[in-house]
């Protein structure tokens, strides 16, 4: 898409959306991994449910710290959030039940590398299995099914018992996604999973999450890199700069609309030319 012609320079209250809506509320979220620094601050954030939210920034802007935070990894120093009505912290009793509905996909993937790809997306049916059907792996036949028709609808059938070291880096994301999906999840957090992939291979994935987002209502918060897909997938797309939001945009019909601009002396189109990875 080329969303250079299509920026709408007015821009609009972010706080207008519904509330009922909102899946993800962040309101003033300040982190830091010591004493000494802030990694993130005044981040105020609103994702809605069975939208496709990205988060695009450099390295080192706090991207990875956001999704840490929504899954319960990180705790705020400052600031309140809330994800599907609950505060996340996987310390937390109530938190941990609604764990098992967050598909989180790190940069690392997560894959335990000398099982098979049918073990590996097996695991994200351990938090509905008990303990000592997880240990000797006695999946149920529904379950064993599901994992399947997954594996299938990723384009990875035919390959359950390939030792997950023995993948390209694109079947390593499909079986990374599998995992998730077969969480049934309301919510998927998703950090550069297309990263290193060919433009081909990073938008066949990114059709997977916009299938089951049609078909299930899930919510997809995604770190990206390149600015020109966030805008092709998302329904809004926040720019992440030195740990700050310094900029947020809705998507509609390919028009780009300004919702929160807070970016200093840069321009709205600097800003897109800097996340732009298809014009470097």
Known sequence: MSY????????????KAEPDSCIICMEDVWASYDARSTTIR???????AGSNYAIVGKSGSGKSTLLKI???????????IMVDSHRPDQHNRRFQSAMARIGYIPQSLGL??????????????????GALQSLLKRYSEEDMAEARRILEMVGLSGK?????????????RRVAIARAFMQNPRILLADE???ELDSVTSRDIMDLVAVMQRDTGLTAIMIHHDMSLALEYADRVAVMQEGRKIMEMGIDHDHVHILDFQSGNLTTQEILEMYDDSQK
């Open 4 to 15: 250079h012609a299509s920026i709408q320079s007015e821009t609009h209250d972010i706080d």
């Open 42 to 48: 005044e981040i105020n954030m609103r994702v809605s």
């Open 70 to 80: 929504m899954n319960g990894l990180m705790i705020p120093n400052r600031g309140t």
């Open 112 to 129: 335990v590398r000398n099982s098979s790809v049918l073990d590996n997306v097996m695991i994200g049916a351990l938090p509905r299995m």
């Open 160 to 172: 359950e018992s390939r030792k997950a070291y023995m993948l390209s880096g694109g079947e390593k």
């Open 193 to 195: 999973i297309v990263s």
